[in-house]
């Protein structure tokens, strides 16, 4: 069984910069990734990152966030920049075990607001 556990959330003011963690339990992973899903709204993918390969950003938070990560940790990084209060969301971490399946955080929080 593998446990994912987000931090980083918090209440930002626009134009501000949060980065979100993701460490992952044990296992190999092939793709990790971000979604977000804000009030009354799907959830929606942020951004990915194969474990090889070039990385996948939704259109509205390309050249603002940027996705990266540590597999000697096991860990994912979602580094967000001029945030915008459209980015208000609770942003939920995934990774897909190889041989496996798709595992999920909790989520965490991020606000943006003056």
């Known amino acids: 069984q593998v446990q994912l556990v987000e931090s980083g959330g918090a209440l930002v003011q626009p134009g501000g910069s949060l980065r979100l963690s993701c460490v992952a339990s044990?296992?190999?992973?092939?793709?990790m990734g971000w979604y977000r899903q804000a009030p009354g709204k799907e959830r929606e993918l942020v951004a990915v990152?194969?474990?090889?390969?070039?990385?996948n950003y939704a259109d509205s938070v390309m050249g603002r966030f940027t996705i990266s990560r540590d597999n000697a940790k096991s860990t994912v990084y979602l580094q967000m920049n001029s945030l915008k209060p459209e980015d208000t969301a609770v942003y939920y971490c995934?990774?897909?075990?190889?041989?496996?399946?798709?595992?999920w955080g909790k989520g965490t929080l991020v606000t943006v607001s003056s």
């Open positions: 995934y990774v897909d075990v190889i041989g496996d399946r798709r595992y």
């Open positions: 044990g296992s190999i992973f092939s793709a």
């Open positions: 990152i194969p474990r090889r390969g070039n990385t």
